[in-house]
């Protein structure tokens, strides 16, 4: 059976991993192919009736917004994920707005990566920080305390291990 990434290293990290055997488990992958979960269940990977489980990236979450490459408008991953704050940013700088994520991009827009938006707002940089702080809110957490927020969900779904993996490319 063919799985996609985040339901693949649901598997890794149910067998090898922190979760190691698990019967239940939820598995979130934040990165450069997008914004998804894997979710073991009676140590099995849930696919869903339309193999659509986890699909976070594609869970509408505002009225009106972006479009995704999925074809709708709205789902988390054009609003939040790691290409979305690239692009927001760019924009930013296309238009005028003052960065310090310009110099770490070697003066190059399209050299932007989600890490130095994540590090150029840690050390104070307003626009990326206005940047991340709008995308954390999508995920219904504050930037300073996604960690707690999302321990917070792993108890309250039920699931034992919550295993968080994030790259910002």
């Known amino acids: 059976m063919v799985v996609n990434l985040a339901g693949a290293k649901a598997i890794a ?3 090898l991993g922190a979760a190691a055997m698990a019967d239940d488990m939820i598995y979130l992958e934040y990165g450069r192919t997008g914004i998804g979960a ?3 269940s009676g140590g099995k990977l849930m696919h869903g009736a339309t193999h ?5 990236g594609h ?6 917004g972006p479009a995704c490459k999925c074809g709708s408008f709205c789902c988390l991953q054009a609003i939040a994920g790691a290409a979305a704050i690239q692009t927001r940013i760019r924009k930013a700088i296309a238009d005028g707005g003052g960065s310090e994520l310009l110099a770490l991009a070697g003066g190059d827009p399209p ?3 989600g890490w130095m938006i994540l590090s150029a707002a840690k050390v104070g940089d307003k626009a990326c920080a206005a940047i991340v702080e709008q995308a954390s809110k999508s995920f219904g957490v504050r930037p300073s305390q996604s960690g707690e927020s999302l321990q917070s969900f792993g108890s309250r779904s039920g699931s034992a ?4 993996q994030g790259k910002v490319c």
């Open 111 to 113: 050299n932007v990566s």
């Open 38 to 40: 894997g979710i073991i």
């Open 13 to 15: 990290e149910r067998t």
């Open 59 to 64: 869970t509408h979450m505002i009225e009106e």
């Open 161 to 164: 291990p919550f295993s968080l």
């Open 52 to 56: 659509a489980a986890g699909e976070l």
